[in-house]
Nanobody, 116 residues
Framework: QVQLVESGGGLVQAGGSLRLFCAASASTFSINRRGWYRQAPGMQRELVAR???????TYADSVKGRFTISRDNAKNTVYLQMNSLKPEDTAVYYCHALSTTYEDYWGQGTQVTVSS
């Protein structure tokens, strides 16, 4: 069982930055891939970025060049650095983990609001 706890969301003006944190309760040896998803009101949840245990990253086209995902295995933590934020980045951001046995785990979500 993996528990994920997010933090770092908040309100920021357009062009500003935020850093999201996601701490996992389980050792990274039991987690294959980690990522961030987001869901805006009335929209489906979408992938923002993900990173494999080997450090390979994938980004949504809408955030490429602005967001950076990284992980600290010693701290069982994954980060999402968000720069040049836009109002359309406003959403609830969810941390995700895929275990080595292919089970999905989700955090409770953290609100990110970007004002214009």
């Amino acid at each position: 069982q993996v528990q994920l706890v997010e933090s770092g969301g908040g309100l920021v003006q357009a062009g500003g930055s935020l850093r999201l944190f996601c701490a996992a309760s389980a050792s990274t040896f039991s987690i294959n891939r980690r990522g961030w998803y987001r869901q805006a009101p009335g929209m489906q949840r979408e992938l923002v970025a993900r990173i494999t245990s080997g450090g390979i990253t994938t980004y949504a086209d809408s955030v490429k060049g602005r967001f950076t995902i990284s992980r600290d295995n010693a701290k069982n933590t994954v980060y999402l650095q968000m720069n040049s934020l836009k109002p359309e980045d406003t959403a609830v951001y969810y941390c995700h983990a895929l275990s080595t046995t292919y089970e999905d785990y989700w955090g409770q979500g953290t609100q990110v609001t970007v004002s214009s």
